[in-house]
């Protein structure tokens, strides 16, 4: 089985703060994907990775870094968290190509 | 990708079968059709996928009309665990980042006793 876990399910973070979001898959899949998502605006892919040290900006990058050193881990970054991230962010990996993503539980970030 | 509609909430009872409907009349000939669901509050969870021949697996079964304008899942006997908003997502997979997944606004279904 295909297994992606998050480092956090709920986070509570303050604003400005730097926060870090862990996502580690263990399927040796290349391509990893962060998105959030939020309520009427359906699943947005913020950056995506499809190579160790490879990275490439989604939709919705502005305010968000990632980082990718090994293959099985992608992490991503808040540099300075504000309200409009609370959201609820999902990290998926898929082997690449018309493969299938495989989801995290996600981790429900609440920005104060 | 194309677009996809359905239908916003559905109702099922427990035990019996759960048909989901899913409209993709603009679907190309290289696009695959991909159902996910996504329990309430918990990361979307994958279930089954076709190209143009139904598929079965042990979650559920997927059919597609002949001219793949439409699909339709079944679960086929619907229980309380499956109680989740369900996406049906046509694309089409290429290498590298271009195989994000674009979630619309998907089927909220609920079983009952």
């Not at chain 1, 900006?57 to 504000?82: C, H, N, Q, T």
């Not at chain 2, 990361?43 to 059919?63: D, F, R, V, W």
């Amino acid at each position: 089985d295909v297994k992606v876990t998050q480092s956090s399910r709920y986070l509570v973070k303050r604003t400005g703060e730097k926060v870090f979001l862990e996502c580690v898959q263990d399927m040796d899949h290349e391509n990893m994907f962060w998105y959030r998502q939020d309520p009427g605006l359906g699943l947005r892919l913020i950056y995506f990775s499809y190579d160790v040290k490879m990275k490439e900006k989604g939709d919705i990058p502005e305010g968000y870094s990632v980082s990718r050193e090994k293959k099985e881990r992608f992490s991503l970054i808040l540099e300075s968290a504000s309200t409009n991230q609370t959201s609820m962010y999902l990290c998926a990996s898929t082997r690449g190509g018309r493969e299938t993503q495989y989801f995290g539980p996600g981790t429900r970030l609440l920005v104060l | 990708d194309a677009k996809t509609t359905q239908p916003t909430s559905m109702d099922c009872a427990e035990g019996r079968a759960a048909n989901l409907p899913c409209n993709h009349s603009t679907i190309s000939g290289n696009e695959y059709v991909y159902w996910y669901r996504q329990i309430h509050s918990q990361g979307p969870q994958y279930i089954i996928h076709g190209l143009k021949n139904n598929e079965t697996n042990e979650m559920a079964s997927l059919i597609i009309t002949e001219d793949r304008k439409s699909s339709t899942l079944i679960l086929p006997h619907a229980t309380l665990r499956d109680t989740a908003v369900y996406y049906c997502i046509v694309r089409e997979g290429v290498t590298g980042g271009g195989n994000k997944l674009t979630f619309g606004t998907g089927t909220q279904l609920k079983v009952e006793l």
